[in-house]
């Protein structure tokens, strides 16, 4: 949403949308230890795996979207950044990049538990498993945007297709107007080089 004062979002609007992925995974997952019976852990993972994926894949279309509307807004002239509270605060990478390094590991640990609990295999899409690595390297060479004032400071990984930038927009508005992150997740194969 660029205006005519020539300031650009930080946030296009996924803020109500972002569900906290590392506590809920660590919350559900510390149900299903309680208990000491493995058919009994069995049983609590069968109802909470399609509730791990759900937030996993909330995260994983707001990573996907932050890249879109980071080359959107990177696309449009020269603007100021409204409305970015992490510019001026102290960048600390090991804070910066915690959250995705948690989804990193759960991607690599999630179809074992897959194999051992349900006896199924599971593998995510490696498009998935490029997006958290790319996304790392994102929040790393932005320094957390701590120091994005203009859109012109914003770096995008050389990963990134960014030609079609503005049709980014239009995919980032639709699933921001059905509340729907995960959705962002099938354009993947779109911005990914």
């Known amino acids: 949403m660029v205006s005519d004062n020539k300031e650009v979002e930080f946030d296009p609007g996924f803020a109500p949308y972002i569900m906290a992925f590392q506590g809920t995974v660590e919350y559900l997952y510390s149900d299903i230890n309680r208990f000491k019976n493995l058919s009994q852990k069995k049983i609590k993972f069968m109802q909470y795996y399609k509730k791990l994926l ?34 001026g605060t102290e960048y600390n990478e090991a804070e910066n990049v915690a959250d995705i390094d948690y989804v990193i590991q759960f991607i690599k640990l ?46 995008i990984p050389d990963s990134i297709a960014i030609e079609k930038a503005e049709e980014y927009k239009k995919i980032i508005d639709t699933a921001i107007e059905e509340g729907n992150l995960s959705k962002l997740k099938d354009s993947l194969s779109i911005i990914l080089k």
């Open 110 to 155: 999630f179809p074992k538990d897959m194999k051992y609990f349900l006896g199924q295999t599971f593998e995510f899409d490696e498009n998935i498993v490029k997006l958290a690595e790319i996304y790392k390297e994102f929040l790393i060479i932005n320094k957390g945007f701590t120091n994005s004032e203009y859109n012109s400071d914003i770096l």
């Open 54 to 87: 759900e937030v996993f894949y909330n995260n994983i279309g707001f990573y996907t979207g932050c890249l879109m509307w980071a080359s959107y807004i990177k696309s449009q002239p020269k603007a100021k950044i409204a409305s970015n509270s992490f510019l």
